[in-house]
Structures are given as C-alpha cells and as structure tokens.
C-alpha cells in the first residue's frame, strides 16, 4: 500500500491539497515558508481589511467632522484620531482603511482581464508562429514601449477625462493597466511556448497524433505558465503602483468618491516639508505592505514550482519517506 | 594556469546551430535590418493609437480653456487651430508634422513641444543615468552576494531588501528620504535641481548641455558643483532604489542558474577561486538576461522620473508633463508621451541587437 501511494502521488492527493496556496505551503520548508507564510499573512490582512473597512474605520473616508463637530486639520497621531489628520481635517486611519477598498477593486478587475487575454494571445503566437506571431509582436512591442504610467494617464484621460469619479477612477486604472500589462504575459508566454516547441515531449506528443490545440492547450500551457504565478503577483502590485502613480499625480479618485492611497500621499508631500509625517506615512506604508505581501507569494510560489529553486527539506525526513 | 581557462562559456547558451552554418553570419544581418525595420511601425502604431485616444474625449482647446472662454471664443479658438475638421484629416496632419519634427504647440503657454523637450530632456537624462548608477551599484554585487549566499540569512535579507524596493512606490522613498535627510537631519536639500545661485551661474553659461553637473565642472564651478550633487542624491536613491530591487533578484536568479551549471563545478575541480567562479564564470553568461531586461527597465525609469520629478521638483520632462496634466494641456501631453515613447522604442532596439550579439538563440 505504501509503494502504491508513493508512486501516484499526485492524482492520489485530495483536491484541497492540489490547490495552488495550499500545495505550495506543504511544498516549502524552512526560509522559503517563511516568506511565503509572511507574504499570505499580509495579503489576508490586505483583503480582510478591504472587506471589513466599514467595520474597522472609525469614519468615513470623506467624513470631516462628526457630533463634536468639525474635525481639527494636521492634529497629531494620538486621542480620537490614532494616525492623526490631513490638512483637510480627514481622519488618517479611516482613509488608510477605506483605501484597501479600492486597491482590491483595480487590482481585481486588471489582472484577470489581462491574464485571459495576454495568456491565449502568447499561446497561439508563440505556438503557430507566422505572420500572425510577427503582427502581435510588433502590436505587442509597441504597447510595451509605453513606460505604463504614461499610457495609465493616456487611457484615464480617455476613459473619464481627466476627471475623477469613484467608478471612473477605478475603471480607468483598470483597464490601462489591462492595456499595459496584456503584451507582458503575451511576451511571457510566447517567449516560453516557442522554447518549449522544441523539446522532445513536444515532438513526442506530435508522434503520438495529439492536435495542434491539445498540445498547445495541454502540453505547452502547463509547461509555460510555470512564471505565471510570479507575474500574477507582481501584477497585482504593479496595478496597486500604478494606481497610486495616477493618484499621486492627480488622476486619481476625488477624496469625497472614495480613498486612494497614492492621491493621499500627494497631498502629504506638502506637509512633509514642515515636518507632518503622518499623512504620508500611514497610506505609504499600506501601499509597501501590500505590495510586500502580494510578490512573497508571488516570488515563494515561483520559486516553489521550480525544483531546482526549491529549498529542499531536512534529509531525515526524505530519508523517512523513500523508508515508508 | 587553472585561472587562463577561457573553456567556461556556457555551453547550454550556445546550443549547436540549427541553420547551416554558412548562413548564420548572414541571418545576424538579417535581424538587424527587420529588427531595425520593425522600430518605424512601432513609433507609427503608438503616434497612431495616442492620437486617436487623445481625440476621443474631444478637442484639446475645450478640455484646456473650457469654462474659462465663451462659447463663441471657444469655438473660434477651436477652428482657428483646425480641430473643427474631421480627425481623420487632423490625423494625415499630425503625421506630416511628426515627419518634419514639428510636435505642434503647447496650449497652456504656447511653446512648441519640441523646445519644452529640449530645454528639460538633459534634466530627465541627469536624473535618469544618475539613478541608473545608483541602481547597478546596489543592485549587482548584492546579486551575486544573494546568489552565493543562497538560502542562508544575508540571502533572505537581501531578498526582502529587493522586494522592499519594488514595493516602495518612488514617490514614498522620496518623501521618507525628504523626511529623513532633509527635514530631520537637515543634511540635503530636499527640492530642485540646484541652489538658487548655483542655478543662475548654470544656466547664465554660454551654450550649457542643461545637465548641471557637466556644465558646473566644465566652468570649473567647484562650489555649484557640489550643490548641484548635493541636490542630486535624493532623487537619483529615490528612482534608483526602485530599479536597483529589480537588478538584485535578476541577478541572483541567473547565478544561482548559471553557478549549478557543471563547467562551474568542472572550474572549481580545477582550483579556480570561489570569487573568481562567482564573478566571471557564473555571472557573465547570466548577464544576457540581465541585459534583456534592463531595457525593459528603461521604461519603468522614466515612467518613475514622472513620479520622482514631481516629488522633488526636479525640473524635467516628467515635472512638465504632470503641470500640463494638472493644466489640462493634452496637446503638450501628447507630444511629451508620444517623445518618451520613442525614446523607449529606440533603446529596446539598441538592448536587443546587444542581446543578439551576446546569444545567437534570439535571432529567431
């Protein structure tokens, strides 16, 4: 029973440890759980806080005033307001909280928008090649060339004119980011899929009869989405950043629609030069956070699909097993 | 002797040619020319789509001026400028212009898009190199530090240090570094490109290149000179921070590849020295890569020296283009974005023929 076990171990495990967080957390040892334990600690704060925002923040995020009336402007970290306030007399905490709300909003609607299309396009060009590979190449270049947090201001200004609504300001960084991220996983994944082409497990798949779309789709795709989870990530807090680039430069979301991070530490900048700390501070540190938590598991992931990055674990334990 | 061998280029970078080989000195002039060929679509198919996307929203004068001006100004403002034809002929227009070099005109203050590039474009340039610098100098010897140290405690700090990097947006870095040296200790300053006298004697010189620091030793400047490093730092660490993350983690994954390889163990059976094998041997075919992906850095560091420029009000292209953001000026938006975009375009066709040189496998 044992040797059977240990032969098919992969179709034997249950669909819960098959799931991608889960079997890699079993899969890491040592430092490597380490981060990767980290950096889901932080992304659940991340999400629970974006959930639960009406629950944790004390006010809203454009509330400036409340029964004792009005909100004093720049007061200190500490009593009613532990993070202190801006100079527009809005409570730091409450923002910073609010502001999660947002993030997920963006990061959610670009990654998988980008993510279904980038990944086909990178598998048929990659895999048919021709002329059809060359034209989404040259498409592809052409909108990478774009450092992104220009074509972010490009399309926002597209989508709502410069101006900024709560819908609008999201959908805007959405979609550029979309736009920008699209020819990355193409790259990504063309570059990988013509690699693979020409491996021997895909002439052997050829020799056996499978159709082109089986192998592109079966055989090629899940070798070539080994880097997937890291650029999943390190999108996800590339849309974050690009997100609080446009606010920080003034294309962000409104105060009064909803709180962005980045147009908050716009309006810090000025009171850095005085010596308030504090309104930068908070919303900075949130956006290091989530970015930090979102590419540990990123990163972890990556390097825990790949044998030869794996930390392996102690002998005795391996010893144990070949053992059993 | 064990340190002459030259037999440690990596064999798995150069995989046995699959053309014959008479053709393969041919096929390098080749991609060259449809490399080179394949830039003029590209610029074409980016000044296309920022036109058309420009145009969506409407002409530039209302989006600039609306509000401001009467309707009956407006509209006069608006035919006078020719926005009132149909795009498409607009668009035939802008092409013609963009071939003689002519990026049309400010709205906001009326200057040509040209000249607003040419008198910031050395201030993005100095910003730029200066952080470039700043970015190689932490990012590589750390790399290879990280990648020696594999899994041991200086790795998973220096890992963590690189994602801290990334993580940081520029203009947070900034505002600490702001905090922290300028404001706390008092130790740099913490905007601008130069004193205000310093500034005057640089740009009161006779036909300056615009980046300060050339310009102050070039007069023999010695005290402008300081100042204008002095003023230099902050932003250069701010943007350079942000790169150098990425050139850590690009280099420690490519040497912990290439150091697994067996012509480094075959080296290290020879006696070479650990320093040696992790320096040349290991990290020198793992710089192809690295290559690939700096130019690819070249359009994360300019779309950064936006956020920097702003931050420290360096007075560059980026500090520009969020004013005419701010002023709504789409005119000066677009020939500013569709001019950084070339430049991105042009050194991706520089990093790739680099890249070609270095490994035969990207011609493709």
């Known amino acids: 029973m044992s040797t059977t076990t240990h032969v098919s171990v992969p179709s034997k495990r249950s669909l819960i440890y098959r799931l991608p967080v889960i079997s890699h957390l079993r899969m890491s040892a040592g430092l490597q759980r380490g981060m990767l334990v980290v950096g889901l600690v932080l992304t659940v704060a991340f999400l629970l806080t974006a959930a639960l925002a009406p629950l944790i923040a004390p006010f809203g995020f454009s509330q ?41 909003a963006v990061i959610v609607v670009a990654v998988l928008f980008s993510i279904f299309i980038g990944v086909f396009l990178g598998l048929v060009s990659g895999y048919i090649g021709g002329w059809l590979d060359r034209v989404l190449v040259v498409l592809a270049d052409a909108v990478y060339a774009f450092p992104s947090l220009l074509l972010a201001i490009v399309m926002s200004i597209v989508i709502s004119g410069g101006q900024s609504s709560l819908w609008g300001g999201i959908m805007a960084a959405a979609i550029s980011i979309t736009v920008v991220f699209i020819p990355q996983y193409f790259r990504v994944i063309r570059a990988e899929t013509v690699r693979l082409k020409a491996e021997p497990f895909v ?30 990530t390190l ?90 | 002797m064990a340190t002459t061998i030259n037999l440690t280029e990596n064999p798995a970078v150069t995989p046995p040619p699959t053309r014959p080989a008479a053709k393969a000195g041919g096929s390098f002039a ?36 609306g509000g401001r001006l009467t309707p009956d100004q407006l509209a006069e403002r608006i035919s006078a400028a020719g926005y009132d034809r149909p795009v498409i002929v607009q668009y035939f227009e802008y092409l013609g212009q963009i071939f003689t070099g002519n990026f049309g005109r400010t709205i906001s203050d009326n200057r040509a898009v040209t000249e607003v590039l040419a008198t910031y474009g050395a201030a993005t340039a100095e910003l730029a190199v200066n952080s470039l610098i700043v970015a190689l100098l932490i990012g590589i010897p750390f790399g290879l530090l990280a990648a ?71 007069s023999g400047n010695m005290s402008a000179a300081s100042d204008v490093i002095s003023h230099a730092i902050l932003p250069a660490v701010a943007l350079g921070l942000l790169t150098a993350g990425v050139f850590l983690r690009l280099v420690r994954t490519n040497v912990i590849g290439t150091l697994g390889r067996d012509y480094v163990e075959a080296g290290r059976s020879r006696g070479v020295s650990e320093y040696r094998l ?17 130019g690819l850095q070249i359009a994360l560091l300019l779309g950064g020296a936006v956020l920097t420029e702003t931050t420290f009000e360096w007075k560059g292209l980026g500090f520009q283009l969020a004013q005419y953001l701010t002023a709504r000026d789409f005119v000066a938006v677009q020939g500013i974005v569709v001019l950084l975009a070339v430049i991105v375009a042009l050194t991706n066709f520089i990093v790739d023929i680099i890249a070609a040189l270095i490994d035969p496998r990207v011609r493709f």
């Open chain 1, 235 to 324: 999108n996800a807090s590339e849309a974050l950043l690009t997100l609080a680039g446009l606010g920080f430069l003034g294309f962000g979301i409104e105060p009064t629609k909803a709180s962005e991070w980045g147009f908050d530490l716009n309006r810090a900048l000025s009171d850095a030069t005085s010596g308030v700390w504090w309104t930068g501070v908070f919303p900075g540190v949130a956006i290091v956070l989530t970015v930090l938590g979102l590419t540990l598991v990123g990163e972890s992931m990556n390097d825990l699909a790949d044998p030869r990055l794996r930390t392996r674990r102690k002998a005795k334990r391996r010893g144990g097993k070949a053992a059993a």
């Open chain 2, 30 to 65: 080749r991609y060259l020319l449809t490399r080179f060929l394949l830039i003029f679509p590209t610029i074409f198919i980016l000044v296309t789509l920022v036109f058309f996307l420009m145009r969506v929203t409407g002409d530039p004068i209302t989006a600039a001026l």
């Open chain 2, 148 to 218: 020696k140290m594999r899994d041991r405690w200086p790795d998973a700090l220096l890992r963590v240090f690189a994602i801290l990097c990334y993580a940081t947006p520029v203009f947070f870095a900034g505002l600490l570094l702001k905090l922290i040296f300028g404001v706390w200790l008092g130790w740099l300053p913490i905007a601008g490109r130069a004193g205000v006298n310093a500034e005057l004697q640089l740009t009161g010189l006779q036909n300056p290149s615009g980046i300060f620091l050339l310009d102050a030793l070039r």
């Open chain 1, 64 to 104: 400036m005033a409340d029964a004792d009336g009005d909100f004093p402007t720049q007061a200190a970290p500490g009593g009613k307001f532990i993070w202190g306030t801006t100079v527009g007399g809005f409570d730091v905490f409450s923002r910073t909280i609010w502001g999660a709300q947002t993030a997920v």
């Open chain 2, 278 to 294: 992790l320096t040349k041997h290991a990290y020198r075919p793992a710089l192809i890569p690295i290559i690939t992906v700096m």
């Open chain 1, 203 to 232: 002439e052997s798949a050829k020799v056996i009869g499978a159709s082109t779309w089986r192998i592109m789709f079966k055989h090629v795709f899940r070798n070539a989405t080994r880097t997937l989870p890291l650029i999943f």
